[in-house]
């Protein structure tokens, strides 16, 4: 069955301090990974999009990094803010999906940053 | 350029009653899928379509969930005869064309309510 965990669940850290998140998956064979912000309320914004041959990609103040042999990928937050609280899902697509774009999601990591 | 409209946004039902969730893409999007996030659940794909075709209906309930994507207006979700366990945010995503790395633009979602 594919599958995309993340961990850790939830996390607590003070403003401007860096945190990482991560994410395994299982989904085979693999097209593309996704990390997304959630605020509460809200849907889901893409942060960044990497394919198999990418090991990492940033976008501003998030680095995603990627392992496709081990099936692995963190988000890397540096100097966080209290806009940053939100739940960071980590989102799958495989090439069996018949190029739907039909997306597998993580249960996300709910980042809390307190003053 | 607006971005993913749906509405409504809260919408209360009591069980038996009927559904209808709305969803209109994005300017010159013409892909459009549903995903449904139960309670501390991750999101989970439904329904892929195009104008006038469902490509990937996969992920919807075999009774009482349907979805279309006329020519002109909105994409609509319908669910039929609401139970209490429908109660979730359903959100709606689009992308200008699919597969591949492709980005999905997520709609603020519709929050269902079964009474």
């Known amino acids: 069955k594919n599958q995309v965990e993340q961990s850790p669940q939830s996390l607590i850290i003070l403003e401007e301090k860096n945190c990482t998140l991560q994410?395994?998956?299982?989904?085979?064979?693999?097209?593309?990974l996704r990390w997304y912000k959630q605020d509460t309320g809200r849907g889901p914004v893409s942060l960044t999009i990497m394919t198999f041959s990418e090991n990492t990609k940033s976008n501003g103040r998030y680095t995603a990094t990627l392992d496709a042999d081990t099936k692995q990928s963190s988000l890397h937050i540096t100097a966080s803010q209290l806009s940053d609280s939100a739940s960071y899902i980590c989102v799958v697509s495989g090439l069996s999906s018949g190029n739907t774009g039909k997306l597998i999601f993580g249960q996300g990591t709910t980042l809390q940053v307190k003053p | 350029n607006a971005g993913v409209m749906q509405n409504p946004r809260h919408l209360v039902r009591r069980r038996g009653q009927e559904a209808r969730l709305r969803c209109s893409p994005m300017k010159g999007h013409s892909h459009v899928y549903w995903y449904r996030q139960l309670p501390e659940e991750g999101l989970k794909f439904m329904v892929y379509l195009q104008k006038e075709n469902i490509i990937d209906e996969s992920g919807m309930p075999k009774e009482r969930f349907s979805a279309e994507f006329p020519k002109e207006g909105p994409s609509i979700l319908r669910i039929q005869q609401v139970v209490r366990g429908d109660s979730a945010a359903y959100f709606c995503a689009s992308s200008l064309t699919s597969g591949g790395a492709l980005e999905q633009f997520f709609g603020p979602g519709t929050r269902l309510t079964v009474l």
């Open positions: 994410c395994n998956y299982t989904v085979s064979p693999f097209s593309n």
